[in-house]
């Protein structure tokens, strides 16, 4: 049971506006589908200029639409940056928001106002479908995969969900539907345990001959579900069990199924892809059709769901009526544990396009993402645009679009920036913060990343350099030197001016900042 503040408290959100100028003349009631990408780079679509994979569907919505070059996921791994798109907090404000466990209980509270409790109440039909990874039922490790789960995106807004629980490598591989494990087999009861394996039961450690689909490369060695090994130990399952190569086939067919369900009312569908995460196991139609391997293919598959839900939309005549934005949780890695060849037949794709690091990394390529906002007739088509923009935003902004009212102390740290999404106001965002191993706080023109004592490179597997420096470190936004030249103590009072704007922000929420 959710508790709100009495409506006589909640002011219209374009009240607390501050940068968007004045209240929507009239709210309107697109359709709004945020299609999200896991660990899609910066440079893995063709419209961003990536030349070794074709992205014709993701083109097709850039064209038709505004391409952003200036779009930041508030943090470098998939647990806090869908946190804070989901609530407009800064994961980083909770110390419960590093990348989840499949066990992991249910991160945001029921009681917390979510961007679907705020869709539900404008008066849509919500679907959460796809990857999860933001926990389920009440606490870690104490749920029973056998019954419905005490807590669920049904208590966070969402009208329907088929998600898996946490990431493909983490068990359990199976999905779930409104609350419970879709196409449960009562004859194969599920038991998890990120602890301890369960006796009789392969690991891809003790028993490698059984990983037929893929290899790890690192990590990902204890249970073994669909000949790949996995993160946690899990028993059970049976039918229930997901097969990688279907993943998208199935997430893309339950979109497509709720759009058409709800054509005729306006919906909200977070459609979060599992491409492309590892491990990447794509259909068979996408194997091998791509020069870099398993990792091009999963792009390849992604672009093909993208395509599916544009060709439902244009089907049903929903097209003009619906606001698509797509996206990515963090930045590209290449070796993510499995040894599905990526680093070998990377050639010259630059997964993060030009920015330094990737997932895992206080540098650009952690936390800068293709970021693609269509709406026919209402937003430029073909426009390219620098604006500064985080996902923090897209709760208030879209709570702008369709004039919804929130209670007080939701999406906190969520500001009305709707112009920048809709290419109506070029106004950067002042500043956005950044959440690595540390923060980092940048502007249009400069970036601050906090001093670390972490090492300069990942040190688990993945060749990623993290940013990580036990000094202050400071760069010009504008050279385009990718991060490399430290000009903090050349330029001291930008470090000062800078860290201010760390202090400030990390005491007060942003929504209550001037
Ligand atoms: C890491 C996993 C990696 C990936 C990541 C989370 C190992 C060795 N590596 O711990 O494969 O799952 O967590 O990725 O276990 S994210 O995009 O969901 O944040
Ligand atoms: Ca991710």
């Given amino acids: 049971m959710k508790h709100y503040l009495p409506l006589a408290l909640v002011p219209s959100l374009a009240a607390w506006s501050n940068a968007y100028a ?40 850039a064209d038709q639409g505004i391409r952003f070059t200036n779009t930041h996921a508030v943090a470098s791994t998939s647990t806090p940056s869908r946190y804070s798109l989901l609530t407009g907090e800064y994961a980083w404000r909770r110390p419960d928001t590093g990348v989840a466990a499949g066990n992991a209980g249910m991160i945001i509270r029921p009681t917390q106002f979510t961007m679907a409790d705020m869709f539900s109440h404008a008066g849509y039909a919500t679907a959460a479908i796809g990857k999860w990874h933001l926990g389920l039922g009440d606490k870690t490790g104490t749920q029973d995969w056998n019954a419905p789960l005490a807590a669920s995106p049904a208590d966070l807004g969402f009208d329907y969900h088929y998600i898996m629980a946490a990431t493909a490598d983490r068990v359990p591989c199976v999905f779930i539907e409104n609350g419970e494990v879709a196409d449960y087999d009562p004859s194969a009861p599920i038991e998890v345990s990120y602890q301890k394996n369960f006796p009789g039961e392969p690991t891809g450690k003790d028993n490698p001959e059984l990983l037929y689909n893929l290899k790890h490369s690192h990590g990902h060695d204890q249970s073994i579900v669909n000949g790949i090994g996995r993160i946690g130990y899990m028993k059970g399952g049976g039918k229930a069990l997901w097969k990688d190569e279907n993943i998208a086939d199935s997430i893309t067919a339950h979109a497509i199924r709720f759009i058409e369900q709800h054509q005729d009312e306006p919906f909200f569908m977070y459609f979060a ?177 906090e001093p670390n004592d972490g090492s300069a490179m990942i040190t688990w597997g993945p060749k990623v350099e993290t940013g990580n420096c036990p000094i202050p470190q400071l760069y010009d936004m504008r050279t385009g030197d990718d991060e490399k030249e430290n000009l903090s103590t050349k330029h001291p009072e930008k470090v000062y001016e800078l860290q201010t704007i760390l202090r400030k922000v990390r005491r007060t929420p942003e929504r209550k900042l001037p």
């Fill in 273 to 449: 892809t599992n491409d492309v995460h590892v491990p990447r196991f794509p259909h068979e139609r996408f194997r091998g059709k791509s020069p870099m391997g398993l990792r091009g293919d999963a792009i390849l598959q992604f672009d093909w769901s993208v395509g599916q839900l544009m060709e439902t939309l244009d089907r049903l005549g929903l097209t003009e009526n619906t606001l698509v934005i797509l996206s990515s949780d963090n930045g590209p890695v290449v070796d993510d544990g499995y040894a599905d060849r990526a680093v070998e037949l990377l050639g010259d794709h630059k997964p993060a396009g030009p920015w330094r690091g990737g997932k895992y990394s206080n540098f650009e390529g952690g936390t800068r993402v293709p970021a693609i906002v269509r709406w026919p007739g209402k937003v430029a088509k073909g426009e390219v645009s620098d604006v500064l923009m985080s996902q923090i935003d897209w709760m208030a902004s879209l709570g702008s679009l369709i004039g919804a009212r929130l209670p007080q102390e939701a999406a906190p740290d969520s500001r009305d920036h709707l112009g920048n999404l809709l290419g109506t106001d070029q106004t950067d965002r002042p500043w956005i913060i950044e959440f690595s191993s540390g923060l980092s706080v940048c502007t249009k023109d400069w970036k601050y990343i």
């Fill in 22 to 61: 004045g209240e929507p003349a009239d709210p309107q009631k697109p359709n709004v589908i945020i299609i999200y990408a896991d660990d899609l780079g910066y440079g893995d679509l063709s419209c961003y200029g990536a030349h070794r994979v074709e992205t014709p569907n993701v083109d097709r919505l």
